[in-house]
């Protein structure tokens, strides 16, 4: 098979263009390994001149400096004189092998016919040769240059200059230009003497949101009138110099002198940055002083004065939950407080209280932070201090750390939930009897002992069984957390026979309630607040379903309500309305709203009209009369251990 003249020649040309590009790869992978080294060397120069090197030392430096870079560039540059430039066979032998020709087509096609054997059968043999090679002429690849740099410079040292350059570029932002040509100036002319420089400035207390105040920016500027700053201010003085300044705080007619905390030699001369630093508690007058001049800042401080606080009224839900305010005021904002409720009376010497005095923190509205009303919001009435007149223990710091306590305004009384059947009362009060002296055990015991004498007045068998269980347990308390066990157990049942099933519901109640007011306060996913939100519309009409099983119960669904403008007549339909309410707040991310209307929904339920005093099961009113004289025998057995206890102490 003979090959067409044209399709030869196509062949050719797409030869001889792979061929070009084969040398130029092979020129390229010789010269790159030389032309790096030369261009680290000029890198090399302009980093150290972006970077000030020449700024650094005398002529001596420089020149030395720019004779080893003259060097290494001439011998960079050397290298070139060696270079050889690849020929045609070198090219035509790189397109075979990577294109995977065999046999060397490429240099074949180059042959000619001997004339010597220049018949019919030979020319016909080298036609048939010369077709084989045109037809082998496929998919021709000349190759990407591979200077093979990473076997030459394994540990990467060619990246070195080009991140150092983009660096100094950043440093010699503005005077790039000016850097290239310091090192063929002398250094003499470079660094002319400049005049010390200061700068000296005030930074307030942060707590302050006071902004800093500036008193020079060069030594010998005129001072100013007195500056005023709050105490607690911190002083700072910086000087740019070769000689070290004295810098002195005159306060109450004792001059301090202040030494360097930091020292740093600048970047652009000899001169050395001194920083000076103090904190300003009283008024005084500072001064500067260097081989430049002189300069003097009085300097007014302002005392900041403690918080101050008092104690305001109390207002407290019918369930409770109570809110107490306190009036505070202080220079620049009070930062925390807290108030812990204490017995006001005192108790017997040697007395076992089972349980900590209650404390709750205050709340301080930011707004209002520097005088206004402090508040602690809560709900103790399972505390055995609830319905105890108590001595309010507050205090209020400040962001210096200063600390305020209120004047004694008297005994108050704890806000508990009202106990309406006497039974429930009388656990109630054996239970806070209990929590303020462990060593009461005894006579606790003999109350509970006395309830259950007569079990013909207790109409529920259960409860007669669990006042029995009490007496038992607290007979068998081995220890202080036997008897912290028993007050919760006393609260359990007193509450049962107070709501009966109510109790439950409504502690699921404020199980969900507080468990979406934590979700509200911490940013809780929307997903999350509308799976507590249905959780706190289920426990709601659990809770209503059990208030209104037990007010039929006791026969009071269609009393009269007695006449009490601070109790709230409400219907399922508005309770249902502001859970609604609730939720629209918290999608439209308005969650502190909805935060607060979830208290006031608190306080409504707090309010909600449960059995009122006077209405009691057939009964109660002859238990009532019992319990009555069974405090007083009780009372009078406490008052006669005292003094045999205080008897006992004095024979010691």
Do not use: C
């Not at 209002?368 to 505390?383: I, M, S």
């Not at 006395?450 to 669990?466: F, K, R």
């Amino acid at each position: 098979m003979l090959v067409k003249p044209q399709t030869s020649n196509r062949k050719l040309d797409r030869l001889e263009r792979a061929i070009r590009r084969a040398r130029l790869a092979l020129g390229w992978e010789r010269l790159w390994p030389r032309l790096v080294p030369i261009l680290s060397v000029v890198g090399l120069y302009v980093v150290l001149s972006w970077f000030g090197f020449w700024r650094l030392g005398g002529d001596w430096l420089r020149l030395s400096a720019l004779a080893v870079l003259g060097l290494a560039l001439l011998f960079s540059l050397a290298r070139l004189a060696w270079l050889v430039v690849p020929g045609r066979l070198e090219a035509m032998r790189r397109v075979e092998v990577l294109s995977g020709l065999p046999h060397r087509p490429a240099r074949g096609l180059a042959d000619r016919i001997s004339p010597v054997a220049d018949d019919g059968a030979a020319r016909a043999l080298w036609a048939a040769n010369q077709a084989r090679l045109y037809a082998s002429l496929r998919n021709l690849k000349a190759g990407a240059p591979r200077p093979q740099m990473a076997e030459r410079d394994p540990n990467g040292f060619r990246f070195a200059v080009p991140v150092l350059l983009a660096l100094a570029f950043a440093v010699s932002w503005g005077e790039w230009m000016t850097r290239l040509g310091e090192a063929f100036s002398p250094v003499t002319v470079a660094h002319a003497a400049i005049a010390a420089r200061v700068d000296a400035w005030i930074d307030p207390p942060p707590y302050t949101g006071q902004a800093p105040v500036f008193l020079s920016r060069r030594t010998g500027e005129v001072a100013g009138e007195p500056v005023s700053v709050p105490e607690g201010s911190k002083l700072t003085v910086r000087v740019v110099s070769r000689q070290p300044a004295e810098v002195t705080v005159n306060a109450g007619g004792a001059a301090t002198a202040l030494a360097p905390k930091e020292e740093s030699r600048a970047a652009d001369s000899e001169d050395v940055i001194r920083s000076y630093e103090a904190i300003l508690d009283q008024t005084a007058t500072i001064g500067i002083a260097d081989p430049d001049g002189t300069a003097s800042y009085p300097v007014t401080v302002t005392e900041d004065r403690p918080p101050t606080i008092a104690r305001g009224p109390l207002t407290a839900s019918r369930a409770g939950s109570f809110t107490l305010g306190f009036d505070v005021t202080d220079d620049y904002g009070v930062t925390e407080g807290n108030v812990t409720f204490r017995p006001a009376e005192a108790q017997p010497e040697g007395a076992r209280p089972l349980v900590e005095p209650p404390s709750l923190p205050l709340r301080i509205d930011r707004a209002q932070a520097r005088q206004g009303v402090a508040t602690a919001d809560g709900r103790l009435e399972e505390h055995p201090y609830a319905g105890l007149d108590v001595a309010a223990d507050a205090f209020v710091k400040d962001a210096a750390d200063q600390e305020a306590r209120p004047a004694d305004a008297g005994p108050m009384a704890l806000p508990a939930r009202p106990f309406y059947r006497p039974l429930a009362r009388a656990l109630i009060e054996q239970r806070r009897l209990l929590a303020l002296d462990a060593n009461r055990r005894d006579i606790v015991a003999l109350a509970l002992d006395a309830l259950t004498v007569a079990p013909e007045q207790i109409p529920d068998s259960g409860t007669y069984l669990a006042l029995r269980v009490g007496y038992h347990r607290l007979l068998a308390a081995r220890d202080d957390d036997d008897l912290r066990e028993m007050l919760e157990y006393l609260w359990t049942v007193a509450r049962a026979i107070e709501d009966g099933d109510v109790a439950d519901a409504e502690e699921q109640l404020n199980a969900a309630r507080q468990a979406l007011e934590k979700a509200l306060e911490e940013g809780a996913s929307q997903e999350e607040i509308a799976r507590l939100m249905d959780e706190l519309r289920q426990a709601m009409q659990e809770f209503l379903e059990s208030y209104a099983a037990e007010m039929a119960e006791r026969g009071m669904q269609n009393m009269p309500m007695p006449n009490d403008p601070n109790m709230q007549t409400m219907t399922e339909q508005d309770l249902q309305e502001m859970l609604d309410r609730i939720e629209d707040l918290a999608e439209l991310g308005d969650r502190d709203a909805a935060q607060q209307l979830l208290s006031e929904l608190q306080q409504m339920l707090d309010n909600l009209q449960m059995a009122q005093p006077g209405q009691m099961q057939p009964g109660d009113q002859q238990m009532m009369e019992q319990m009555d004289e069974l405090a007083d025998i009780m009372r009078e057995q406490q008052r006669l251990m005292d003094e045999t206890f205080q008897l006992n102490q004095g024979r010691r």
